[in-house]
């Protein structure tokens, strides 16, 4: 089965600690890219990469910070700094040249 | 910076109706627009896209979509929804050129009631 995977479906993360979120795509696209699903706020971009070992910020990379040394793998990582967690977090993947995102099931962080 | 509009943040519709969503977005340069749909306990689909060609785009289970460039609208139509249309719906916009950054509207929850 080709798609997106992320786990776990659901994390808990106490104060000051920090939490990661795996991404797996096997479509072998080459740009990954991490968003945060609040109600009644959309989809905000957290971070994004359009090749290995290369990523840049989003609008609201405050707080997080990824990794990227492999293809088909891009992990977020939630940092202390990050104030809000709680969201739902979404993972997509796109080949550069049709430029449609596809997107995993999502995480769901909640902070005890 | 693009932004993108949705004017409409819950809308309830019987089943049968005709449904209209609006899509604002602001950008002057060349766009690729999308409609995602979000259903109940299910990840983010994409319902349709436009890149260039004809305005009028077609997408699946029956929804269609119209690129008006002269007032920066995609908006999302279907003649007559389901009960099983039930979900959230996410226009998205990039500019051509920016890596594929999407800018997403905030939503619009769709309530179908039979």
């Known amino acids: 089965d080709g798609g997106i995977t992320q786990s776990p479906k659901y994390l808990f993360r106490k104060e000051g600690q920090n939490v990661t979120l795996s991404c797996e795509q096997n479509?072998?696209?080459?740009?990954m890219y991490w968003y945060r699903q609040d109600p009644g706020q959309g989809l905000r971009l957290i971070y994004y990469?359009?090749?290995?070992?290369?990523?840049q910020k989003g609008d609201i990379a405050e707080g997080y910070s990824v990794s990227r040394e492999k293809k088909e793998s891009f992990p977020l990582t939630v940092t202390s700094a990050q104030k809000n967690p709680t969201a739902f977090y979404l993972c997509?993947?796109?080949?550069?040249?049709?430029?449609?995102?596809?997107f995993g099931p999502g995480t769901r962080l909640l902070v005890l | 910076a693009q932004s993108v509009s949705q004017h409409n943040h819950h809308v309830i519709l019987s089943e049968a109706a005709s449904l209209e969503l609006g899509c604002n977005y602001s950008?002057?340069?060349?766009?690729?627009l999308f409609w995602y749909v979000q259903y109940p306990g299910q990840h983010l689909q994409l319902l349709l896209k436009?890149?260039?060609?004809?305005?009028l785009v077609k997408g699946i289970k029956g929804f269609e979509a119209e690129f008006i460039k002269s007032k920066f609208s995609f908006n999302l139509r279907k003649p007559s929804v389901q009960w099983s249309d039930t979900a959230e719906y996410f226009c998205?916009?990039?500019?051509?050129?920016?890596?594929?950054?999407?800018?997403f509207g905030t939503g619009t929850r769709l309530q179908v009631t039979l």
């Open positions: 998205a916009v990039t500019s051509t050129g920016t890596a594929s950054k999407l800018t």
């Open positions: 950008y002057g340069g060349t766009v690729n």
């Open positions: 479509l072998n696209h080459d740009a």
């Open positions: 436009y890149f260039s060609g004809d305005p």
């Open positions: 997509a993947s796109s080949s550069g040249r049709t430029e449609t995102q596809y």
């Open positions: 990469s359009q090749i290995v070992n290369d990523f």
